[in-house]
T-cell receptor, first 109, second 113 residues
Framework: KNEVEQSPQNLTAQEGEFITINCSYSVGISALHWLQQHPGGGIVSLFMLSSGKKKHGRLIATINIQEKHSSLHITASHPRDSAVYICAGFSNSGYALNFGKGTSLLVTP | NAGVTQTPKFQVLKTGQSMTLQCAQDMNHNSMYWYRQDPGMGLRLIYYSASEGTTDKGEVPNGYNVSRLNKREFSLRLESAAPSQTSVYFC????????????FGPGTRLTVT
């Protein structure tokens, strides 16, 4: 069973569009990672957050621990943003991340 | 810094063969992880090593063994490969535990026929 659900599973956008990817979790977590997996397979960490909002360039991540929900926003999307975006939650008492299945994003010129 | 390196990048095995996937990090991280990624599923933890000298089972440890050789290296061994172990394997490291940024290796694509 997957305790972390992402939506949408697949997303196609035109260059310049504002994009939102959602992550909901059924169990209590204390914080959450957002990861990006490139078409070639490599995985990089984008954010880790436990409250509020973080911004890095055109990427913004928000989290509401009480509502068990996080969002990743991409402003002014670009074809190079095409990738799979993965959220992963964890609790401070745990040892492992609970990964979502990922959202596959394609940004067309 | 090379970050997290994995070898090999690709491997094809026959059922019953054994092999070891190698992982090394040069960031002086304490914690290391082995994950597998299968189509339609999230990354799943196979084994982890919270610190040098310790290893523990994750969500899907059956059919695998690990060795934390030293602080830098964490290997994953398949003693008798099965087709169900066809997957992409990722090694990752963090400074100390899951609340720190995860650094991933490039992955090993394993096919068991």
């Amino acid at each position: 069973k997957n305790e972390v659900e992402q939506s949408p599973q697949n997303l196609t956008a035109q260059e310049g569009e504002f994009i939102t990817i959602n992550c909901s979790y059924s169990v209590g977590i204390s914080a959450l990672h957002w990861l990006q997996q490139h078409p070639g397979g490599g995985i990089v960490s984008l954010f880790m957050l436990s409250s509020g909002k973080k911004k890095h360039g055109r990427l913004i991540a928000t989290i509401n621990i009480q509502e068990k929900h996080s969002s990743l926003h991409i402003t002014a999307s670009h074809p190079r943003d095409s990738a799979v975006y993965i959220c992963a939650g964890f609790s401070n008492s745990g040892y492992a991340l609970n990964f979502g299945k990922g959202t596959s994003l394609l940004v067309t010129p | 810094n090379a970050g997290v390196t994995q070898t090999p990048k690709f491997q094809v095995l026959k059922t019953g063969q054994s092999m070891t996937l190698q992982c090394a990090q040069d960031m002086n991280h304490n914690s290391m992880y082995w994950y597998r990624q299968d189509p339609g599923m999230g990354l799943r933890l196979i084994y982890y090593s919270a610190s040098e000298g310790t290893t523990d089972k994750g969500e899907v440890p059956n059919g695998y063994n690990v060795s934390r050789l030293n602080k830098r290296e964490f290997s994953l061994r398949l003693e008798s490969a099965a087709p169900s172990q066809t997957s992409v394997y990722f090694c990752a490291s963090t400074r100390q535990g899951i609340s720190y940024e995860q650094y991933f290796g490039p992955g090993t694509r394993l096919t068991v026929t």
